[in-house]
C-alpha cells in the first residue's frame, strides 16, 4: 500500500469517527423530554395527554386556559404559541390551577423540570405540583418563589427546579402528573401568566 492510500484511509476513519462520536454526543445533549410547547392548539400535550383547568368544588376560585400567540419572540422563548392561564382566587378558601397528564413518564435518568414563564404584571404566586403513580394521593409543591430569587416578572425567565425538591415521588420510573397551583392561602389573589416549553430535563 502506497502512502496516498494510507493517508486517505486514515484521512476516512478519522471522519467517520469524529462524525459519530458528534451524533452520540448530540442524542445524549438533546435527550430532553417535553411535556408541552403548545405549538399544537388543542385538548393534547406533546406527550397525547390530556390537560385542563381545575378549581376547588365550591367554585370559589376560577382558572381559564387559553392558547396565546406569543407575537413578542425573544432570543429565550422563540415558539409560535404559549399558554395563557388567568385565574381568580381573591376569595378565601379559593384555588384553581392547570394539570397535564403525562401518562405513566420515566424521569430516572433527569435531574430538573424547566419552562418559561412570562407574568402580566409580575410579582404573581404559583406552586408547580409533581405527583408520581395514578393512586398516589400526595403532590409535591413547590413555591416559584423558591426558584425565581426575584419573583416573576414581565419579561420571560426560565425556570429550573431540581427534581430533588419533589422527594416524596417514590417512584421516578412512573410520573403522572403536573400542575401550576394558585391558592388564597399563599395570596396568588387573581391575575394571569404565560407559560410555555415544559419539559424534563438532563
Known amino acids: ?25 448530540a442524542q ?37 386556559l387559553f392558547f396565546f400567540q406569543n407575537k413578542e419572540k425573544d432570543i429565550q422563548v422563540t415558539s409560535e404559541y404559549a399558554l395563557y392561564i388567568e385565574w381568580d382566587t381573591s376569595k378565601a378558601g379559593a384555588y384553581g390551577g392547570y394539570w397535564t397528564d403525562l401518562k405513566h413518564l420515566n424521569i430516572e435518568n433527569h435531574g430538573h423540570l424547566s419552562f418559561y414563564v412570562k407574568g402580566l404584571k409580575g410579582g404573581e404566586k404559583f406552586k408547580v405540583g409533581l405527583r408520581g403513580s395514578v393512586n398516589s ?15 416573576v416578572t414581565t419579561e420571560w425567565q426560565k425556570v429550573n427546579i431540581p427534581l430533588k425538591w419533589f422527594g416524596a415521588i ?9 400542575s401550576i397551583n394558585f391558592e388564597n392561602a399563599f395570596d396568588s389573589g387573581k391575575g394571569a401568566i404565560l407559560i410555555d416549553e415544559i419539559t424534563f430535563e438532563k
Open 170 to 178: 417514590d417512584d421516578w420510573g412512573d410520573v403522572n402528573m403536573l
Open 137 to 151: 394521593t400526595y403532590e409535591k409543591k413547590i413555591l416559584i418563589n423558591r426558584v425565581l430569587k426575584n419573583g
Open 28 to 64: 445524549v445533549q438533546t435527550h430532553n423530554v417535553i411535556v408541552d410547547n403548545f405549538e399544537k392548539p388543542g385538548k393534547k400535550n406533546s406527550r397525547d395527554g390530556d390537560f385542563g383547568a381545575f378549581s376547588d368544588p365550591k367554585s370559589l376560585g376560577r382558572c381559564y
Open 1 to 25: 500500500m502506497n502512502l496516498f492510500l494510507f493517508r486517505l484511509m486514515i484521512a476516512i476513519f478519522l471522519l467517520v469517527f469524529i462524525n459519530f462520536t458528534g451524533v452520540v454526543h
